[in-house]
């Protein structure tokens, strides 16, 4: 009987309310389905082991001590007329040049008296230090040079305190020291 008693007027204003409910349980779905892919999403990402450590200066150091080559560096000493040359051989070889030139023309200057005529070749060891001072760090003379030109080591020395301006060579932008092995001919007659 109770189905009856309801007529068309009462079945209208009950389909809204489906409608509504219907609405929201599809929207509820919805944001549950959102909520559950942001939870998947976070528990993946914690899920990744990220390992990360502090690494100290001094392990950095290490590490990059062991792998760069120290018997090699970045631009070889130079004197101003070397500078503007950019391949590492040929600004070598501009350094070379220059101060055997300039210990050649301060040995040209000096009067030996000698004996015999001598043709030799001396081993000059020069170390240019990291702030550009030139030093003779080693020279290796025969005996028989030594004894014919005993002021030889003297004016050497003289002759490396002359040189002009030296810029001292570089490792990654740090200036360094080098030793450069020069072979000096003596020939006087």
């Known amino acids: 009987m109770k189905k009856a008693l309801l007529n068309n007027r009462d079945l209208k204003a009950l389909k809204p309310v489906s409608k509504l ?4 349980f599809s929207n509820s779905l919805l944001i549950f389905f959102r909520y559950s892919l942001l939870a998947v999403a976070v528990l993946i990402i914690a899920s990744c082991n990220f390992e990360t450590r502090k690494i100290s200066s001094e392990e950095v150091l290490e590490l990059e001590a062991k792998t760069l080559n120290w018997k090699e560096v970045d631009e070889y000493p130079a004197f101003e007329d070397c500078r503007n ?18 210990i050649y023309a301060y040995l040209s200057k000096q009067q030996p008296v000698v004996t015999e005529s001598i043709d ?5 060891y020069l170390e240019i230090n990291s702030s550009g001072r030139p030093e003779i760090d ?8 030594n004894s014919q030109l ?8 003289q002759s490396i305190d002359s040189l ?6 570089s490792k990654r932008g740090v200036p ?4 450069f092995k020069m072979p000096i001919v003596i020939k006087a007659e």
């Open 21 to 24: 409910k219907s609405y929201l």
């Open 85 to 102: 040359e950019t391949e590492l051989l040929a600004a070598r070889d501009c350094f070379e040049r220059e101060v055997a030139k300039n």
């Open 120 to 124: 030799d070749t001396l081993y000059l």
């Open 138 to 145: 080693s020279v290796k003379i025969d005996s028989t040079l």
């Open 150 to 157: 005993p002021e030889l080591r003297l004016w050497l020395d």
């Open 164 to 169: 002009p301006k030296i810029y001292p060579a």
């Open 176 to 179: 360094v020291s080098t030793v």
